[in-house]
């Protein structure tokens, strides 16, 4: 009963950042640093806490029963906590059930096939959680906004139109319903950060020794294309965001509150799965009945 509670909460907590219908989406509309109603990071923590042993038990139910796979992408500008996300919210997860791809530059290879193939070859098996920090959708985001990627990637020049980016929407959603109908559930989040936060979070890796590995000059040249971005994110939501695989929107000022908002939309997903852990029939259990009395039975 308890987890019944917990998970009811998280439905209700993550509900509101949720766009399946994306015609009407503004993204002026979402406020980066909202966190409704969740008070600080300590009453976020408390919360994140209890939901561990929610999120752990339903993915073990996941991995028993072997039937479902479940995708989550996580899209954000540089700075906005995926990295965090996944350490935080994943930290209680059987590292057997769950895999972590980060999609950089793609290489020589990459570049000889479709956009989609990389991340094809990358999606999680049944029984599993596959996290895509950065995706395809790279492919209507940077490499829209840096039109020199688009001709790295080789494509016959008729196939360089105006339309292109609304193409690339029309075959990501077909995709995405591919996957659907093969038992993939798919949730994808926007980590919503604001140039002023961002800015704090680049001063801070320069700052801290600790950090400075993070540091990189490239993140701060983006900034110049930060409302080329907004834009691109926007379109992409709009055209990308549908029921059975819907957009989280997620605040991303407070850290504390992203990495509740995304675990509390991860536990809702598996929650609807209405997962069980495997029925065993007649005949084993009467192999495992055996096994019994014969362990019993030993001396040693």
Same mark, same amino acid.
């Given at each position: 009963?308890?987890?019944?509670?917990?998970?009811?909460?998280?439905?209700?907590?993550?509900?509101?950042?949720?766009?399946?219908?994306?015609?009407?989406?503004?993204?002026?509309?979402?406020?980066?640093?909202?966190?409704?109603?969740?008070?600080?990071?300590?009453?976020?923590?408390?919360?994140?806490?209890?939901?561990?042993?929610?999120?752990?038990?339903?993915?073990?139910?996941?991995?028993?029963?072997?039937?479902?796979?479940?995708?989550?992408?996580?899209?954000?500008?540089?700075?906005?906590?995926?990295?965090?996300?996944?350490?935080?919210?994943?930290?209680?997860?059987?590292?057997?059930?769950?895999?972590?791809?980060? =999609?950089?530059?793609? @290489?020589? /290879? %990459?570049?000889?096939?479709?956009? *989609?193939? &990389?991340?094809?070859?990358?999606?999680?098996?049944?029984?599993?959680?596959?996290?895509?920090?950065?995706?395809?959708?790279?492919?209507?985001?940077?490499?829209?906004?840096?039109?020199?990627?688009?001709?790295?990637?080789?494509?016959?020049?008729?196939?360089?139109?105006?339309?292109?980016?609304?193409?690339?929407?029309?075959?990501?959603?077909?995709?995405?319903?591919?996957?659907?109908?093969?038992?993939?559930?798919?949730?994808?989040? =926007?980590?919503?950060? @604001?140039? /002023? %936060?961002?800015?704090?979070?680049? *001063?801070? &890796?320069?700052?801290?020794?600790?950090?400075?590995?993070?540091?990189?000059?490239?993140?701060?040249?983006?900034?110049?294309?930060?409302?080329?971005?907004?834009?691109?994110?926007?379109?992409?939501?709009?055209?990308?965001?549908?029921?059975?695989?819907?957009?989280?929107?997620?605040?991303?000022?407070?850290?504390?509150?992203?990495?509740?908002?995304?675990?509390?939309?991860?536990?809702?997903?598996?929650?609807?799965?209405?997962?069980? =852990?495997?029925?065993?029939?007649?005949?084993?259990?009467?192999?495992?009945?055996?096994? &019994?009395?014969?362990?019993?039975?030993?001396?040693?």
């Amino acid at each position: 009963m308890k987890h019944d509670k917990l998970i009811k909460q998280a439905a209700r907590l993550a509900e509101p950042f949720c766009v399946t219908k994306g015609e009407k989406f503004r993204l002026k509309d979402w406020d980066p640093a909202d966190t409704t109603g969740v008070k600080n990071k300590q009453h976020a923590q408390s919360i994140l806490d209890a939901r561990e042993g929610v999120l752990n038990h339903l993915q073990e139910k996941l991995y028993a029963q072997d039937r479902w796979a479940v995708l989550v992408v996580l899209q954000g500008l540089d700075a906005a906590g995926k990295d965090g996300v996944i350490k935080h919210v994943m930290s209680g997860v059987n590292p057997q059930g769950c895999s972590v791809f980060s =999609f950089k530059s793609p @290489s020589t /290879e %990459e570049l000889d096939h479709d956009y *989609l193939w &990389r991340a094809h070859k990358c999606l999680p098996e049944r029984g599993r959680i596959g996290i895509f920090n950065r995706s395809y959708y790279e492919e209507v985001l940077i490499v829209r906004v840096h039109l020199t990627l688009l001709r790295a990637e080789k494509l016959p020049d008729e196939m360089i139109t105006k339309h292109i980016w609304d193409q690339r929407c029309e075959d990501i959603n077909a995709f995405e319903q591919y996957l659907t109908r093969n038992g993939v559930v798919i949730r994808k989040f =926007f980590l919503h950060i @604001s140039k /002023e %936060e961002q800015k704090r979070r680049f *001063l801070e &890796r320069l700052e801290d020794p600790k950090k400075n590995w993070k540091f990189s000059m490239a993140d701060v040249n983006e900034r110049a294309f930060w409302k080329d971005y907004q834009e691109a994110y926007e379109e992409m939501i709009q055209n990308t965001a549908m029921k059975h695989a819907p957009w989280f929107v997620v605040p991303a000022d407070n850290k504390w509150f992203t990495r509740l908002i995304v675990a509390s939309a991860i536990i809702e997903a598996l929650d609807e799965l209405h997962l069980s =852990f495997p029925d065993v029939d007649k005949t084993k259990k009467k192999e495992l009945e055996a096994v &019994r009395r014969s362990l019993i039975a030993r001396k040693d």
